[in-house]
Antibody, heavy 121, light 113 residues
Framework: EVQLVESGGGLVQPGGSLRLSCAAS????????MHWVRQVPGKGLMWVSR????????IYADSVKGRFTISRDNAKNTVNLQMDSLRAEDTALYYC??????????????WGQGTTVTVSS | DIVMTQSPDSLAVSLGERATINCKSS????????????LTWYQQKPGQPPKLLVY???TRESGVPDRFSGSGSGTDFTLTISSVQAEDVAVYYC?????????FGGGTKVEIK
């Protein structure tokens, strides 16, 4: 089955760290550019970060730059999001998503169910 | 950053009627070298991740019913549901992928009248 499954969310204090993982299956993971998108429950979508298919290129939203690090392991079919110096405003449901057509640009045709991050003391 | 503005925020449509959702970008998302608009539309139902409906502004994703269509170019785009069905109740988002940071519209909630 073609799917993405996120894990690693939880409750963390402000200033703490979490590492999210997204496990891919059912497709040639190494061909696809991958993104992280987050959503506060009941609110809209916010793009967080993107990584190229080979891991050589990464970009971030300004609000997470310098605090979050995206990476991938094509041998293990996983993409990760290391989240440091977490703030209350990082509280959200975090999705990983795949770019359609195994290209750099396009819509996101495959999403995971998300993992919840709560930053609170 | 490119700001994506959707209208209306919500709309109520009778079953079988047409629904039109608008999306305006603060700058053009048309890449002239390939004549492609870097604009996509998603549908999100409660408790579910977004679902891709349309990309490149007008290319319908495989498996998406043909009552969904995207149009527009440059800065003004439209998602049309030609004959709204009960299962189309959802929030719809546009998103640009022309330049980073990728940005989403605020969403349009579609309900049945």
């Amino acid at each position: 089955e073609v799917q993405l499954v996120e894990s690693g969310g939880g409750l963390v204090q402000p200033g703490g760290s979490l590492r999210l993982s997204c496990a891919a299956s059912g497709f040639t993971f190494s061909s696809y550019w991958m993104h992280w998108v987050r959503q506060v429950p009941g609110k809209g979508l916010m793009w967080v970060s993107r990584i190229s298919n080979d891991g050589s290129s990464t970009i971030y939203a300004d609000s997470v730059k310098g605090r979050f690090t995206i990476s991938r392991d094509n041998a293990k079919n996983t993409v990760n999001l290391q989240m440091d110096s977490l703030r209350a405003e990082d509280t959200a449901l975090y999705y990983c998503a795949r770019v359609v057509g195994a290209t750099k640009s396009g819509g996101f045709d495959l999403w995971g169910q998300g993992t919840t991050v709560t930053v609170s003391s | 950053d490119i700001v994506m503005t959707q209208s209306p925020d919500s709309l109520a449509v009778s079953l079988g009627e047409r629904a039109t959702i608008n999306c305006k970008s603060s700058q053009s998302v048309l890449y002239t070298s390939n004549n492609k608009n870097y604009l996509t539309w998603y549908q999100q139902k409660p408790g579910q991740p977004p679902k891709l409906l349309v990309y490149w502004a007008s290319t319908r994703e495989s498996g998406v019913p043909d009552r969904f269509s995207g149009s527009g170019s440059g800065t003004d785009f439209t998602l049309t549901i030609s004959s709204v069905q009960a299962e189309d109740v959802a929030v719809y988002y546009c998103q640009q992928y022309y330049s980073a940071p990728l940005t989403f519209g605020g969403g349009t909630k579609v309900e049945i009248k």
